[in-house]
């Protein structure tokens, strides 16, 4: 690592020796130091790019990994278990790695041979990016650190910001506002890096899997939790969560409930909790209860961190609430690239660092492109990254079943060899889903370009589909749906709780065995 940041990921860095937008360029800057980020920085500098920048606003890199203490990451990408800080010191020592720059004019790193460089920024929050102008194929990124506002040119940007969690505010919850109300991954940092139990008696309400995860560390930990209180019909979770976290601790989970009031003056005291109408997701009349707790967690969904993207200029997707992207994770504004939970919610950082990896390489070629002076639209050759507004692309929608699909649009310069990974989740869950992704031609013809079928899907759980630019050449459009059986049966883990819930009265809880694998 090299740059303001020093040796080390602990160190918070000064934007003072950056160049200012008089200064050379960076071939690609990586905004965001989670997974995804990381990921795309080092692939970046893989893929030849001779100076990458990394900027996250903390003082360590990680993300939100630093306070996932509990195991069940890196399963796909280093094939065994890890915990979230342990996932994140792995992808931290892939950057230390990358050989550092040394001395001199930094424009000397674009020079034939030089050794690729990754620099690490760290407590600098970036404000803004935009164009440098109509025809210099740059972008201007605009940061603050305690140092100030500073300038910085790129040729290509990587937007890897991460989501955040949806508040209290955003739900309208009525009555007054008393403390003990968190977010769960507020709650998680409380717990996990500072120590602070937030309550002893709980409720949450949201399936998310951040929810999930808090239920089992309060009950490790000693405190009641009442139930899990799920909007929907279905989980929001990944399955192995609810098994592990819920199942296992003896914690009710309520489908198909939400809270409607909160009850307490300066702390919470009860909330009031109410049947939900599964087809308008309205709560039913007179199905109101009152649960005591003093603590409310809300895991009611991620919201990816668009503000930068929207003020760039980038389209956003109604669905995903990120940007919309090509196939190479390109957005509508030429040289800017998206990745990760700033593009659409992961439910494994597995799959937010391998789309990293794709973001970073793609910005690096189309950094190269840009040095060589090919910034104009079209001249592009095969796998230089052109940005959606730059070609025709054709689009990618979902059809009947499929929520949404990542990316939203193939670039039909796009090789034969190249790969195209679609990334979706369905709108119900289904047993024996059977997924068809059929290619339309120019002349109207339809085609099935790749059949899939799994045991089940549900809407927890993302599924990806692997094309090649030789399965989607001469099409003007690619559509995705899938059939199933509906898969409406309540949730073996809601139905065993519920029943020792029962057994044991309705105003006491299975006694916490065990430990959870925080």
Not at 67 to 93: D, I, K, M, S, W
Not at 184 to 201: D, V
Not at 475 to 494: I, M, Q, T
Request: with cysteine.
């Amino acid at each position: 690592l090299s740059g303001a940041a020093g040796r080390g990921a602990d160190t918070v860095g000064s934007l003072a020796d950056a160049p200012s937008v008089a200064g050379s360029p960076y071939d690609v800057v990586v905004v965001g130091g989670g997974a995804a980020g990381m990921a795309a920085a080092r692939a970046a500098a893989d893929a030849e790019a001779r100076r990458v920048l990394l900027v996250d606003r903390e003082a360590k890199l990680g993300g939100i990994l630093k306070q996932c203490v509990h195991n069940g990451f890196g399963l796909h990408r280093f094939g065994e278990e890890l915990t979230g800080p342990e996932y994140a010191a792995r992808e931290a020592a892939a950057l230390e790695g990358r050989p550092a720059a040394v001395g001199g004019e930094a424009g000397a790193q674009d020079a034939p041979g030089a050794t690729a460089c990754v620099e690490v920024l760290l407590g600098a929050s970036v404000l803004s990016v935009a164009p440098a102008s109509a025809d210099a194929g740059e972008l201007v990124v605009r940061a603050v650190s305690g140092a100030g506002v500073h300038v910085l040119r790129a040729r290509a940007v990587v937007l890897a910001t991460g989501s955040r969690e949806r508040g209290a505010g955003a739900l309208n919850l009525a009555g007054s506002r008393p403390s003990g109300v968190f977010s769960a991954g507020s709650a998680q940092n409380f717990m996990n890096l500072q120590g602070c139990l937030p309550g002893r008696r709980a409720v949450i309400l949201g399936s998310g899997d951040i929810g999930l995860i808090m239920a089992r560390r309060l009950a490790s930990q000693g405190a009641q939790v009442e139930g899990v209180y799920e909007l929907m019909p279905h989980p929001s979770g990944l399955r192995r969560n609810i098994v592990q976290c819920l199942d296992d601790f003896g914690i009710p989970l309520h489908l198909s409930r939400t809270v409607v009031r909160l009850e307490g003056a300066g702390r919470l005291e009860a909330v009031h909790i109410a049947h939900v109408d599964p087809a308008t997701l309205e709560p039913v009349p007179g199905t109101e209860r009152r649960v005591a707790c003093d603590t409310l967690l809300l895991s009611v969904g991620l919201i990816p961190e668009n503000e930068v993207a929207k003020t760039a200029g980038a389209a956003l997707d109604a669905v995903t609430g990120g940007p919309r992207v090509d196939n190479r994770l390109a957005t509508g504004v030429p040289g800017l690239f998206a990745c990760g939970n700033a593009l659409h919610v992961h439910d494994l950082v597995d799959h937010a660092s391998a789309e990293g990896e794709s973001a970073g390489a793609a910005a690096a070629a189309y950094a190269r492109r840009v040095a060589l002076g090919g910034h104009a639209a079209g001249e592009g050759a095969r796998g230089t990254a052109l940005p959606v507004a730059a070609v025709t692309a054709f689009p990618v929608l979902p059809d009947e079943g499929v929520r949404y699909v990542v990316p939203q649009a193939i670039d039909p310069a796009t090789g034969a060899d190249e790969d195209v990974t679609l990334s979706l989740r369905v709108s119900r869950a289904l047993r024996g889903p059977r997924f068809f992704v059929e290619g339309v031609a120019a002349d109207g013809s339809v085609r099935t370009v790749k059949k899939a079928k799994t045991m089940v899907a549900v809407p927890a759980e993302m599924v990806q589909i692997k094309l090649s630019g030789a399965d989607v050449a001469g099409l003007s459009s690619l559509h995705v749906r899938v059939e199933g059986r509906p898969d409406d049966a309540p949730s073996p883990v809601a139905s065993q709780a519920a029943a020792l819930q029962a057994a044991r009265g309705a105003d006491k809880r299975p006694d916490v065995a065990g430990g959870g694998a925080e």
